[in-house]
């Protein structure tokens, strides 16, 4: 039987996170300074994940866990990470490895950092592919 997969997407949100005051808000498109957003890198970040999101939830649909996780939500994301860890017997080197090169946005298959940064979506569909057992015909229909 075909293993499940987990995709962590890691990338900001544009609200405050609970408890991390002021010094922990991101700025987005609805704080400008002189008519240009304050981060549009950030803004630029966010959306972009969003076509490869859909394609992943689409493609794949039950057949793998997809969480979108702010990196500023380290207790929930070490959770995450802790969960797959054990569940795809990723070895302690490879987990210190993994919490040592976490991004702030990018892409976390099984426990192991797959992308720092979007990842070209074909990369990343043929990792899943193999993962859940799909061949590319089949993965389309």
Excluded: K
């Excluded at 304050?38 to 057949?63: D, I, K, N, T």
């Amino acid at each position: 039987m075909a293993e499940r997969a987990s995709v962590i997407f890691i990338r900001e949100w544009e609200q405050q996170m609970s408890a991390s005051g002021c010094c922990g808000r991101l700025e987005g498109d609805f704080l400008i300074r002189g008519g240009e957003p304050v981060f549009p890198e950030r803004r630029a970040a966010m959306e972009s994940l969003g076509p490869l999101y859909r394609e992943v939830r689409q493609r794949y649909g039950a057949r793998v866990d997809v969480q979108v996780i702010d990196p500023r939500n380290f207790v929930a994301l070490l959770a995450l990470l802790v969960r797959d860890f054990w569940a795809y017997r990723v070895g302690a080197r490879d987990a210190l490895r993994t919490l040592t090169r976490l991004p702030t946005h990018g892409v976390v298959v099984n426990g192991r950092v797959f992308s720092r940064g979007w990842p070209e979506r074909h990369d990343l569909l043929a990792a899943l592919d193999d993962v859940v057992g799909v061949s590319p015909a089949r993965a389309r229909g």
